[in-house]
């Protein structure tokens, strides 16, 4: 019974699905990766990866910006997170569904496991996914700033 335990276990993580982490480059994201490093020469890295349901960028910089510079980093991001810029990244990992969230991860010194800024933006305003009303649809336009400092 012993060394059933450790093949059940197997078995139920298969069938669970673990959720895998897909590395993103679309044309979307590249084109965005270039738009960003020409703006702003701080800007060394800039990195998606999804993880079902859940889209996340992280922009590694050479030093802090400036408010100014923050808000305008911002602002291509949103231009960006179009519910058609979503949905592109969504079919290139085969995810049938809309992406739940967008995480933003800013990194602005040497501490590579700190992160300065981030901020998320959501498809839907509650937790109901199946809730396709339009009360519930947020689609991308509103960004929040976590603040975990």
Same mark, same amino acid.
């Given at each position: 019974m012993s060394k059933l335990i450790p093949i059940l276990i197997g078995v139920l993580l298969l069938i669970t699905g673990c959720s895998t982490t897909h590395k993103i480059h679309t044309d979307s994201t590249k084109e965005l990766t270039k738009e960003l490093k020409e703006i702003f020469p701080s800007i060394e890295k800039v990195h998606f990866t999804f993880t079902r349901p859940n889209l996340s960028c992280r922009i590694d910089m050479s030093e802090e910006p400036s408010k100014e510079e923050l808000e305008a980093i911002l $602002?291509?991001?949103?231009? /960006? $997170? #179009?519910?058609?810029? !979503?949905?592109?990244?969504?079919?290139?990992?085969?995810?049938?569904?809309?992406?739940?969230?967008? %995480?933003?991860? !800013?990194? $602005?010194?040497?501490? #590579?496991? $700190?992160?300065?800024?981030?901020? @998320?933006?959501?498809? /839907?305003?509650?937790?109901?996914?199946?809730? @396709?009303?339009? #009360?519930?649809?947020?689609? @991308?336009?509103?960004? %929040?700033?976590?603040?975990?400092?």
């Open positions: $602002t291509v991001i949103k231009r /960006f $997170t #179009t519910v058609d810029n !979503m949905n592109e990244i969504a079919r290139s990992v085969k995810w049938g569904l809309e992406i739940s969230k967008i %995480y933003l991860d !800013m990194n $602005t010194d040497e501490d #590579t496991k $700190t992160i300065e800024h981030a901020y @998320y933006a959501r498809y /839907f305003k509650t937790s109901n996914a199946s809730d @396709y009303s339009e #009360t519930n649809i947020e689609g @991308y336009r509103i960004w %929040y700033e976590i603040n975990e400092k």
